[in-house]
């Protein structure tokens, strides 16, 4: 008897007990709010804020391990960023042009007198003048003039022949037609002359 009313008791304070713990639940321990609340300022001390340049040193709230660490961050960045590129076109300085160079003369200066050449009907003798080492003018000391016909023949080609010795700068001239054997002549008397010159 006493042994059920034991457990009759037992069971009413245990259901009491049970019907109260429903009403009032009991403080549990924190477990996680406080992980939570330690987590936020880790978070905010991870990304820190970068001082622009009108900001001369820490603000209100910042410590002197928050302004340690914020140059050390921000010297990479503005490093890349405002590094410009040295690079520059390659300077190209004008070639200088040469200045001519002078050719020598293959003459010496002077006057020469070449031989007296048969032509023929007559004789052609020359006289070539030399300066800066070049013919400059070729004369005729003689030429045929015992016959009309070679004087008419002569007077024609004794200017074109000295002109063409003049262009070539020596004595091989092509001639004048017609005028064969005193083209001969002429090469002949301007050749001696041009030889006394070198």
Known sequence: MKKVAFSAVFI????AYVFSQKLNPPETLP??????????PLAQTAVPTIPTENEGGPQDGQDEGASQVLPTQTAPASTVKTTPSTKTA????????PAPVKTVGQYKDGTYTGISADATYGNIQT??????????DVQFLDSPHSRSYSIQVNSIAK???????IQAQNAQVNGVSGATFSS????Q????ALAQAK
Not at 12 to 15: A, C, E, T, V
Not at 159 to 165: I, K, R
């Open 12 to 15: 009413i304070l245990f259901g």
């Open 31 to 40: 477990t996680n709010p406080p992980a939570q609340v330690e987590a936020a």
């Open 90 to 97: 390659p300077v190209v300085k004008p070639t200088p042009t």
């Open 127 to 136: 006289k070539v003048i030399i300066s800066g080492g070049k013919i400059t």
């Open 159 to 165: 200017p074109l022949l000295a002109q063409e010795a």
């Open 184 to 187: 001969g002549a002429f090469i």
């Open 189 to 192: 008397s301007l050749t001696s």
